[in-house]
């Protein structure tokens, strides 16, 4: 094999991308990794389409790079693997975009000014334009998927699956045509499902009235009223009814008006509350009924004169159990044409549907007075003619929930109107029993969450009064009202009573006209389109081109595996299983994780309209850290469902993670490169070797274990745990000596072929979250290809030591108290100690001391380790401790510090400094400043220098006995010691202070190689 290259001193993010982008470019990479596993068996993996509405945002380019990571991990493991990216391209959230863009208000400017067919043209420019803009920020992700053949429902062929999919629905008898109160959009002028609001919910402030209903037929010398509140004094000219629960208690509350006895009818357990809010604090309750005893009572309406369709309604009081105690009085204004509830109610009433306000939220001519206000500016209009005519007891506001539009962000409107539903209520419970069946979920406590959503949702609305979408495939026939549902363009064809358009989206397929099979009149097709989550929602069939083509459905059917946020738990998760048992009678999917949300740094979601500043996007991240500080920060940060937030910290700590593992990497290939090292010498492997051998064996195996699980944290928190602690601050300063030994070696041997091994099996582990380091790293190392090419690292059982992990931990405990009790006396690690003594608690711990005293000794600067089997007793008050060892012998230490470690045992250090433990320190604290002085030089490591040493006689003699290994420490090829007031030379002289005394050091490079 080829010999390994010495990388670059620094890490620099920019420069590996640059070099692997290219590696990739020429030698096909990301092509050849999509096909490596023809053959094998597959895994269909579907891409949840994200909205081409604009650049990525951070949630979006996270939501990639988890899909990227089980792509990566999936295909090292051995399965062929679908990578095929979706896009959302229809609907309103382009439409909102494109009117932007050209500065239009309304729909009626989209049919008078722009013309539907050119509305449609900058439709799909804008999708186009924004799918490429997408598909380049995900590849500088390093994000591979198949982008050359991505899956668009523009196309012809996905609309086709569409049509197919609702053609099923009919032909089960779950597509209708009716009246309903459905949440409608004043803004966009279109319907919308209960779906696409939940989640979209903001406070707003409106008002809160309390209005009162005289009851007809009383006496002029008694007034009674019905009591009501409300938040929306718009509907209130569309009242036909008040609401009591059957079962609840009412007051009669009688109070003072003026001299006047005036009684109002109120919820008995909210009377106090009440009576106070209208500030009526004098009054007593004459009797009380049950809510059924007030059926059937007439009111006077207040606003009959404003609106002619009120002037001879009977208004009456009706039952309703859906009344409750929670807010207002107890009786609920009931407006048939602007509430759902109110909606059901009615029909059972036989009330009216009036509803006198048009698509763009306005009245129409039926609001009388009323007509051509928006309905919000009318609030403050019918407030005063309440106040006006007396009706209105009470004003003041109110800030509570309330849906929004989720593209426009416009506050929505419930609104009676004619639409088209699947009546999802008639299949609820078969989606329940084929999801608790076969879909697993993860966290699994979102299949809970997602039941509770099914059993709550409503019949899906799916007809969309807009014009970029899916064209439902809903032909009526102008003489017998009949419908009728095509499944394909074929079918189209063969029923057309002309010809059909290359394109099957409006306006060109609204010319199509079909043949009414029942009285031979013409049909002409519904102008709605489909809601865009029906696009998403057949995308497990559609994007397989199913039904015109089905082998690849008959293969692959149903997915394997989704991700998204969990936004989509009612959306995208809900709408793939619901047309899907429609279609199949079957979910679409076997497994689905759920990710969170992004936050910024003060917890608030981080969306596109709330990005603040180039730091908060994936580009000014990258810029930043790096692609791979990236990707392994958010992979790192929290569990996949948790809400991970923007914090420039933490992205540094991850960043400094991977600079510390090219340093283990520059470290290990420089020493490797020096010695023309090849991997097939294994030399002799010592105790350490061992065990970093036995780590990272240990290492693959967990984290394959939370890969599988989809605890991609915890895998990520498992390699930089092994990185900075087991790699580079504990193996490499146990081997750095070794490597410094010229010439052949076999304990040097060991550990070149421990690092070898070790950092050729992290950058495969490490490959699906840090693409670009692993690829550097793994092709530096061996010469091949690339490690995205490679199998998944497998785990060697023998290699694997739990008895020598565990022995080496309390070996590093042992070490680094130690070294915290040097830090107490004020002791230089530099400065070699006598001995430490260790009472163990139990035989595993001295087991465990005696195989790795050695270890124990070099990493502490320790002459040597004993281990004592018992404390004796010394005179009282007395400041010295003598401790009988395991061999029999007596330790007697005047000069000590002890400290204690959690089930291993007291360690105590003798603090005591002899002349020949000075000797050996003033060496080191030579080798420290003359290696400083290389590195000024910027000298390789393998450059040899001659040295001069200038410092008082007392200092000289004690490092005169120590010049061969200063020397070999610091390839030196020549030491001179020179007195102190005597000049010295070299390339670079430096003065320095070692404990309170002056060293003049000078080095020069001698031109010499190792």
């Not at 009526?476 to 059909?500: A, M, Q």
């Not at 099957?504 to 199509?512: F, K």
């Not at 519904?526 to 459905?553: C, H, N, T």
């Not at 010229?742 to 099996?761: F, H, P, Q, R």
Request: hydrophobic fraction near 35%; charged fraction near 35%; charge should be negative.
């Amino acid at each position: 094999m080829e010999m390994v290259r010495v990388p670059e001193r620094r890490y620099d993010p920019k420069s590996i991308q640059e070099r692997v982008e290219a590696l990739w470019k020429s030698k096909e990479i990301p092509k050849r990794a999509g096909e490596i596993r023809k053959g094998e068996k597959r895994i269909y993996f579907l891409d949840g389409p994200p909205y081409v509405t604009g650049s990525i945002h951070v949630g979006t380019a996270w939501n990639k790079v988890l899909k990227d990571l089980y792509i990566r991990y999936k295909t090292m493991r051995g399965f062929w693997v679908t990578r095929r990216p979706g896009f959302d391209m229809h609907g309103l959230p382009i439409e909102v975009k494109v009117e932007g863009e050209l500065g239009i208000k309304s729909k009626k400017e989209i049919e008078e000014k722009i013309g539907v067919d050119n509305f449609i043209r900058y439709c799909r420019e804008y999708s186009l334009r924004y799918m490429r803009v997408n598909t380049e920020q995900f590849r500088k992700l390093g994000v591979w998927m198949d982008w050359e053949n991505p899956y668009l429902p523009i196309t012809n062929e996905y609309i086709e699956s569409a049509w197919w999919t609702l053609k099923r629905a009919h032909e089960r008898g779950l597509l209708e045509r009716g009246l309903g109160v459905i949440f409608w959009c004043p803004r966009c002028e279109t319907a919308l499902a209960e779906h696409e609001v939940r989640g979209e919910y903001r406070d707003v402030e409106d008002p809160s009235i309390f209005i009162r209903f005289r009851v007809k037929n009383e006496s002029d010398e008694e007034e009674k009223y019905l009591l009501v509140w409300t938040t929306t004094p718009w509907t209130v000219p569309s009242n036909l009814a008040i609401a009591v629960h059957p079962e609840y208690d009412y007051a009669e509350v009688e109070v003072d008006e003026n001299g006047k006895s005036v009684t109002y009818i109120v919820a008995y357990p909210l009377v106090d509350k009440v009576m106070g809010k209208i500030g009526r604090w004098s009054y007593k309750v004459r009797r009380l009924l049950k809510g059924y005893e007030l059926e059937g009572i007439e009111y006077e309406f207040p606003l009959s004169s404003e609106i002619p369709f009120q002037k001879d309604f009977k208004h009456k009081v009706i039952l309703g159990e859906f009344v409750t105690l929670e807010e207002g009085t107890g009786l609920v204004h009931i407006a048939p044409g602007f509430g759902e509830e109110d909606f059901q109610v009615g029909e059972k009433y036989s009330l009216p549907v009036f509803c006198p306000v048009g698509p763009d939220g306005k009245f129409t001519p039926d609001g009388g007075k009323y007509e051509g206000m928006y309905v919000k500016e009318a609030d403050p209009v019918v407030i005063e003619d309440l106040r006006r005519k007396g009706a209105l007891l009470k004003e003041e506001t109110i800030v509570h929930s309330y849906p929004h539009c989720w593209r426009c962000k416009t506050p929505l409107i419930f609104r009676a109107t004619e639409q088209w539903f699947l009546r999802v209520h008639k299949i609820k419970e078969k989606i329940l029993e084929e999801n608790s069946k076969k879909v697993k979920w993860v966290p699994e406590w979102v299949a809970k969450r997602y039941e509770n959503g099914v059993r709550e949702v409503g019949d899906w609305c799916i007809s969309r009064q807009r014009y970029w979408g899916i064209p439902m495939p809903i032909w009526v026939c102008e003489n017998c009202n009949s419908f009728e549902v095509i499944g394909s363009r074929e079918e189209l064809e063969r029923l057309s009573l002309g010809e059909i358009p290359e394109d099957l989206h409006r306006p060109w397929i609204d010319s199509v006209e079909i043949k009414c099979r029942k009285c031979n009149g013409r049909m002409k097709r519904v102008k709605d389109v489909l809601d865009v989550w029906f696009d998403s929602g057949i995308a497990s069939w559609a994007s397989l081109g199913y039904p015109s083509r089905k082998e690849e459905f008959e293969e692959l059917w149903p997915a394997d595996f989704i991700v998204e946020g969990q936004d989509q738990v009612t959306k995208w998760f809900y709408s793939q299983q619901a047309v899907s048992v429609i279609a199949f009678d079957t979910v679409p999917y076997r497994e689905v994780l759920m990710h969170g949300f992004v936050l910024d740094p003060t917890g608030e979601k981080l969306s596109k309209s709330k990005m603040k500043g180039k730091k908060f996007t994936p580009e000014g991240i990258i810029e930043e850290f790096g692609i791979d500080a990236f990707r392994f920060y958010f992979l790192w940060a929290t569990a996949p469902w948790e809400d991970p937030r923007v914090d420039e910290e933490e992205l540094g700590v991850v960043y400094r993670t991977l600079n510390v593992l090219w340093n283990s990497y520059y470290f290990s290939a420089s020493y490797m490169n020096l010695d023309n090292y090849s991997p097939e010498k294994k030399g002799k492997l010592k105790l350490e070797d061992k065990w970093i051998l036995s780590r990272i064996n240990s290492l693959k195996k967990e984290v394959t274990e939370h890969m599988d699980r989809h605890e991609y944290h915890k895998a990520s928190r498992k390699i930089q745990e092994f990185i900075l602690e087991d790699l580079s601050r504990w193996y490499i300063k146990l081997v750095r000596s070794r490597t410094w030994i010229e010439g052949e070696d076999e304990e040097k041997y060991g550990a070149y072929y421990s690092l070898y091994n070790v950092l050729v099996d992290l950058s495969k582990l490490m490959a699906p979250f840090t693409p670009y380091i692993s690829e550097e790293i793994y092709t530096s190392l061996t010469g091949r290809e690339s490690v995205h090419l490679e199998e998944w690292p497998e785990v060697n059982e023998e290699l694997i030591d739990k008895k020598l992990e565990e022995e080496m931990e309390i070996c590093r405990k042992v070490v680094e108290t130690t070294v915290s009790l040097r830090q107490k006396a004020r002791i230089k690690l530099r400065w070699p100690l006598r001995r430490i003594v260790i009472l163990p608690r139990g035989e595993d711990v001295i087991e465990a001391i005696m195989n790795t005293s050695e270890i124990i000794k070099e990493q502490s600067n320790l002459k040597e380790v004993l281990i004592a089997s018992s404390k004796a007793e010394n005179n009282s008050g007395s400041k010295e401790i003598t401790l009988e060892l395991i061999d029999g012998r007596r330790v007697f230490l005047s000069k000590y510090l002890s400290e204690e470690i959690d089930k291993i045992g007291t360690v105590y250090l003798d603090c005591e400094i002899d002349e020949e433990l000075k000797s050996e320190a003033w060496a080191r604290e030579i080798i420290r400043r003359i290696q400083e002085m290389r590195k000024q030089l910027d000298l390789d490591m393998e450059e040899r220098i001659r040295c001069q040493v200038s410092a008082k006689e007392e200092v000289l003699e004690m490092i005169s006995s120590r010049i061969e290994e200063i020397s070999r420490e610091t390839r030196s090829s020549e030491i001179a010691l020179i007195e102190e007031s005597t000049e010295i030379s070299g390339d670079l002289i430096k003065k320095w202070r070692i404990n309170n005394v002056e060293v003049t050091i000078g080095i020069s490079s001698s031109s010499e190689k190792r």
